[in-house]
C-alpha cells in the first residue's frame, strides 16, 4: 500500500528511467518521471544515434574515394560536406527523439521538469519548497556525464568532448588529438579521419585490451593504421598540453621517448561518468564507490526501496543494459521489494569502426577467471572467401566455450557486418548451445557468419 504523492518516483528521463517509469506504470504503480532539462537521452540526443548518422556519411566517403578496387571508376573528387552531414545528423536525431518523446507521452506515468534530488528521510526535493515523496521506491536513472584525465595544463586549453562534436556546425578542424580508444574515441577518430582532418589517436593501453580481446585489437590496429589521414599512438600517455598560438602542443609519452605534437583541436574521449553530483545520495544513506553507485543484483542501493539503472550504475554504459536494468529496478520500485534481478551473461559490446568491433559474454581470460575450463579458437577473417569478395582485407573471430561441454561462453568479432552477427552468437548463447549446435545449425554459403563453423569444428 503506497503513502506517499506517487508509488514510485523515476529520476532521470533517458533509456533505463523512461523505462523504469514505464515498467512500474505498466504494473499498476503511480508513477512520476523526475527530468532536468531535455527529453530524449544521451543515446538519441548525443550518443549512439547521432554517431552513427556521422560514421555512415564518413565510411560513404571512404569507400568512394575506393571504388577502384572493385573495378569501379569515379571520375572526380570526392568531397565530404562537413556542414550537410551534421544537418542530416541533426535532422535524424530530431525524428529519433519525436519517436523516444510519442513513446513517453503514452507510457502511462506523469513527466516532471525538475532536478530532483534525495532527502535525508528519502524524499525527492525538486527545488522551490517542493518535495514529493514515493510510497513504494524511488529510482535514480539520472544518466552520465564525460570523463576527463588530469593531463598537467588541460586546464588552460580547449577541450572537447563527445557532446560539444554533437554541437559542430560549419568545418571540421584540419588537426585532432583524441585522447582514449574507447567506443566513443574509436568511432570518432575514424569519422575525422575520413572526412579529412589529421587525427592523431593516443591511448594508454593496448587497442581492445580492457574488453579481454586484445588479440583483436592487434587486428584493429593494422586496420587503422592503413586508414588516410590516422596515426597512432598506442599504447602512449599524453604528458603535458599547452597553448601554441591558436594551436595546442601536446607532450607525448611512448616507448621511453617524449615526442611534441601540434594540433588544432584536441578531443577527450575517456568514457563517461555516473551523473550523480549533488542528489544528496550520501545524506539519504546511498552509498557511492567512486564515481559508482552501490548496488546488488536487484540494483537496490544501501538504502532500502531505493534503486539505481543506467549509466548511473558505474559499468556497462549501453543502451540495452539500460533498457534491461530500468525493467528489473522498475519492476522491484511498483512491487515494493527487491523480485527480480539483473543478468549479465549475456552483455553485449559493439563499436561501430570499420570493419565493427562486437563482443558477447566472456573473453578467454575472463572465462576462466569466472572459474570456467575454457578453451578460445581464433579465425583471420579476412583470409576468408565472402571476406574477400567484399574487400575486407582486415577482421579476426574468436569463440570461447567451455572444454568438455562445449557450452559457448562468449565471441568476439572484427569483421564487415560484426554488429549483426553477434545476435546470432548471443541467441545461441541464450539457450546455452554448444559447438555441436552451432554445427548442426545451417550458415549460408557465401557469408561471412559461416565462419563461426570453423570456430566450433576447432572447438568440438
Not at 25 to 49: F, K, P, Q, S
Request: proline share 4%.
Amino acid at each position: 500500500m503506497s503513502t506517499g504523492d506517487y508509488d514510485v518516483i523515476v529520476i532521470g528521463g533517458g533509456t533505463a528511467g523512461s523505462r523504469a517509469a514505464r515498467t512500474a506504470a505498466a504494473r499498476g504503480a503511480r508513477t512520476a518521471m523526475i527530468n532536468d532539462g531535455e527529453l530524449g537521452g544521451l543515446c538519441i540526443l548525443r550518443g549512439c544515434m547521432p554517431t552513427k548518422a556521422m560514421l555512415a556519411s564518413a565510411h560513404a566517403a571512404y569507400e568512394a574515394r575506393h571504388l577502384d578496387r572493385f573495378g569501379v571508376r569515379l571520375e572526380g573528387r570526392v568531397v565530404p560536406d562537413f556542414p550537410a552531414i551534421m544537418e542530416r545528423k541533426r535532422r535524424l536525431v530530431r525524428r529519433f527523439q519525436q519517436a523516444k518523446i510519442r513513446g513517453i507521452e503514452a507510457g502511462g506515468y506523469e513527466v516532471i521538469d525538475a532536478r530532483g534530488r534525495l532527502t535525508a528521510d528519502g524524499a525527492v526535493d525538486l527545488g522551490g519548497g517542493r518535495t514529493l515523496r514515493a510510497g513504494r521506491g524511488v529510482v535514480l536513472a539520472v544518466g552520465s556525464v564525460p570523463s576527463m584525465l588530469p593531463i598537467p595544463g588541460i586546464d588552460d586549453v580547449p577541450v572537447w568532448t563527445s557532446d560539444d562534436v554533437m554541437a559542430l556546425e560549419d568545418a571540421p578542424p584540419a588537426s585532432l588529438v583524441v585522447q582514449g580508444a574507447g567506443p566513443i574515441g574509436l568511432e570518432l577518430a575514424q569519422f575525422f579521419a575520413r572526412i579529412g582532418t589529421e587525427v592523431l589517436l593516443v591511448n594508454r593501453s593496448p587497442l581492445l585490451g580492457r574488453c579481454g580481446t586484445a588479440h583483436l585489437g592487434e587486428e584493429l590496429r593494422r586496420a587503422l593504421e592503413a586508414e588516410e589521414n590516422l596515426e597512432l599512438a598506442v599504447p602512449a600517455k599524453i604528458a603535458r598540453v599547452a597553448r601554441d598560438g591558436s594551436a595546442i602542443r601536446f607532450e607525448i609519452e611512448q616507448d621511453g621517448t617524449t615526442r611534441t605534437h601540434r594540433a588544432e583541436a584536441f578531443l577527450m574521449a575517456v568514457g563517461r561518468r555516473p551523473a550523480i553530483d549533488d542528489l544528496g545520495l550520501e545524506q539519504a544513506g546511498v552509498r557511492v564507490d567512486g564515481h559508482a553507485v552501490v548496488h546488488d543484483e536487484h540494483l537496490q542501493t544501501t538504502r532500502p526501496g531505493v534503486y539505481v539503472a543506467g549509466d548511473a550504475t558505474g559499468h556497462h554504459e549501453i543502451l540495452h543494459i539500460a533498457n534491461q536494468e530500468g525493467e528489473v529496478a522498475g519492476h522491484n520500485a511498483a512491487a515494493g521489494r527487491p523480485e527480480r534481478t539483473i543478468d549479465y551473461r549475456l552483455l553485449m559490446q559493439v563499436i561501430f569502426t570499420d570493419p565493427p568491433f562486437a563482443k558477447v559474454g566472456q573473453a578467454l581470460d575472463e572465462a576462466r577467471a569466472a572459474g570456467r575450463d575454457a578453451v578460445e579458437a581464433v579465425v583471420d577473417v579476412g583470409t576468408t572467401g565472402r571476406a574477400l569478395t567484399m574487400g575486407a582485407e582486415f577482421g579476426r573471430w574468436s569463440l570461447v566455450a567451455e572444454r568438455g561441454s562445449g557450452e559457448i561462453l562468449g565471441s568476439a568479432i572484427l569483421a564487415p557486418r560484426a554488429d549483426e552477427i553477434i545476435h546470432a552468437i548471443a541467441a545461441v548463447m541464450h539457450w546455452r548451445g554448444t559447438v555441436r549446435d552451432i554445427l548442426a545449425l545451417p550458415w549460408y554459403h557465401p557469408t561471412v557468419s559461416e565462419v563461426v563453423m570453423d570456430l566450433a569444428r576447432r572447438l568440438s
